[in-house]
């Protein structure tokens, strides 16, 4: 029985000697080198247990293994034996589960790590975190895009790490967050050396189409496109180069958002100061057209100074046009100032104004009276527009086409494209109209017909068409026509048969309308007045006597 027990106790110690002294798989383990062969390395992990490592997996990315005879190494015990009865051990194994125990305590303590990016993965990078391989997304490189990074490749430098996830084995770092971390204690420090109005040096860094950054020493600042200069700048290229030095001018710092804005312009003298001595009112001077817009173009009187042609000053006929249709970019151009606004920094210009009025011209070559010819270049309801000189047109009225034919009957013979004669009869400089007659070419033979006829005359008419209605009859060329009621005051003599072809008739001036051209006559009319005459002169029918009476002895008077 005492030996049973010795026996027990004795199997007891030794198992739980081995169970000390024997690793576990799967736990990272000392061992030593004691031999170097083959690429390998002999590593005696104690035990009577000894297993090969790549050597590669003692080199850190881009340089050469470091492991010699006598070292002492962490090793990671995959399995206790193999089919060579050799211990299956691993460095990297090691140095990843070591990294993992340092990289979540760095973490846990938002501490930064150190590593070396090694290779270009999809959407960025894989950085080696002294074991263990984490991605660098492309947008946490840096600041600013980066085009090549292989100056950055195998250098050792410090990260971020943003997130991990040790079961999934997932580490994302940023080195974007060290660098500004980095840029803003250097700016905090920079903005505290700046005052505004400080004239400081800079780098340009980069150019965009609004402005440019300008490096002042481990701070940007942007130098906005309107600040460059006191012209017209269409982009910051045309006057700046990346890598430039140039001298600017704090204009304002943000003491919140650490922004800076600069400006070159305001270490030149301004311009505008001297605007209104250089460029008095109605003056004329030569710019160049800086830029076309649909209102207007903007031409540049000196560097820095600029002003504006109206569309509605560049030219005198020209009204509905573009203005790019009139003048072109960089086209060098006279001008006169119209206005000048300092408080605004505006000046109006006119283009239009260094050339004479074509109407004030046209007046005093073209007297009332001139005949001239032209193109029918429109027409309306109400007239011919004529093409004349200087690209200025002359309206031909409805009424002036002809002195026979109503306005609306004689337009019909035009058309577009016609060359006609008319003669000028009004220049109206100020409203920009010029007024002919077709007509006036060819003598009224209605005013001459009824030169010195006035209403109330008594003439004598020619009897050239008898109709139901009433008769018509001719004088000196000029037809008119006497209503049936208009042809004897006596209502049973108010027949147009009574009258035939070729007879003369003394008739009575009712109207004379030179507007519509016709000329009123009227039998029964001079009847009236006869007897009305006769009753003055030879009685009155109050009297007694009876209109017969009166009537026979006007006639007798008369004979």
């Not at 903005?191 to 780098?203: D, F, K, M, P, S």
């Not at 560097?303 to 060098?332: F, R």
């Not at 209403?455 to 009897?463: D, E």
Request: glycine content about 10%; some cysteine; charged content about 30%.
């Amino acid at each position: 029985m005492c030996a049973k027990a010795t026996m027990e106790e004795f199997e007891a110690l030794l198992n739980e000697s081995l169970e000390i002294d024997t690793p576990q798989e799967g736990s990272v383990v000392k061992g030593k080198v004691i031999a170097i062969e083959a690429g390998q390395a002999i590593i005696d992990v104690g035990y009577k247990m000894e297993g090969r490592v790549d050597l590669k997996e003692f080199a850190d990315p881009g340089e050469a293994p470091k492991i010699e005879v006598g070292d002492e190494v962490e090793v990671f015990l995959d399995r206790v034996e193999n089919v060579r009865g050799e211990a299956v051990i691993s460095r990297e194994k090691a140095r990843r589960e070591e990294a993992w125990d340092r990289l979540e305590e760095a973490y846990a303590k938002e501490d930064r790590v150190e590593g070396a990016i090694f290779g270009r993965v999809k959407g960025g990078f894989t950085v080696d975190l002294g074991g263990a391989v984490a991605f660098l997304p492309g947008s946490q490189v840096d600041v600013r895009p980066v085009r090549d990074a292989g100056p950055l490749m195998g250098l050792k430098q410090p990260f971020q790490i943003l997130k991990m996830d040790r079961r999934r084995g997932n580490i994302v770092v940023s080195r974007r967050a060290i660098l500004e971390e980095s840029r803003a204690e250097q700016r905090a420090e920079v903005i505290a050396n700046l005052t505004e109005g400080q004239e400081v040096e800079g780098v340009v860094k980069n150019i965009t189409e609004y402005g440019a950054f300008v490096d002042l020493g481990g701070v940007d600042g942007l130098l906005h496109v309107t600040d460059m200069a006191w012209r017209r700048v269409n982009h910051p290229s045309e006057i700046l180069a990346i890598g430039e030095t140039v001298k600017v001018q704090v204009v304002k710092i943000n003491k919140e958002t650490h922004r800076i804005s600069l400006g070159m312009k305001q270490l030149q003298s301004d311009p505008w100061d001297a605007v209104e001595s250089k460029f008095p009112l109605e003056s004329v001077h030569t710019g160049r057209v800086t830029n076309i817009t649909d209102y207007g173009a903007f031409v540049e009187l000196e560097p820095g100074v600029e002003g504006l042609v109206h569309v509605s000053e560049m030219s005198w006929t020209k009204k509905n046009v573009h203005p790019g249709k009139i003048v072109s970019t960089s086209q060098e151009v006279e001008v006169m100032v119209l206005e000048i606004d300092t408080a605004k920094r505006r000046v109006s210009l006119g283009l239009k104004q260094t050339m004479r009025n074509p109407w004030e011209v046209f007046a005093e070559t073209h007297p009332v009276g001139t005949v001239i010819e032209g193109e029918v270049k429109n027409i309306t309801e109400f007239g011919l527009f004529v093409g004349l000189d200087n690209d200025i047109d002359g309206m031909v009225h409805l009424s002036d086409l002809s002195w026979d034919q109503r306005g609306e009957e004689a337009i019909q013979s035009y058309r577009k494209g016609d060359m006609v004669k008319a003669a000028v009869t009004e220049v109206d400089t100020d409203k920009e109209r010029i007024s002919l007659s077709v007509k006036a070419l060819d003598a009224d033979t209605f005013s001459d017909a009824v030169d010195g006829v006035k209403r109330g005359t008594i003439i004598t008419v020619a009897v050239t068409a008898i109709e139901d209605g009433g008769i018509e009859v001719e004088y000196n060329g000029m037809k008119s026509f006497i209503r049936r009621s208009d042809l004897a005051r006596d209502r049973a003599d108010q027949r147009p048969e009574r009258f035939g072809v070729g007879d003369k008739v003394d008739v009575r001036v009712t109207a004379v309308d030179s507007k519509t051209r016709k000329l009123g006559v009227s039998i029964k009319a001079r009847e009236i007045a006869e007897e009305k005459d006769a009753v003055e002169q030879y009685g009155s029918s109050d009297s007694g006597a009876s209109l017969g009476d009166i009537l026979g002895a006007a006639l007798k008077g008369d004979q």
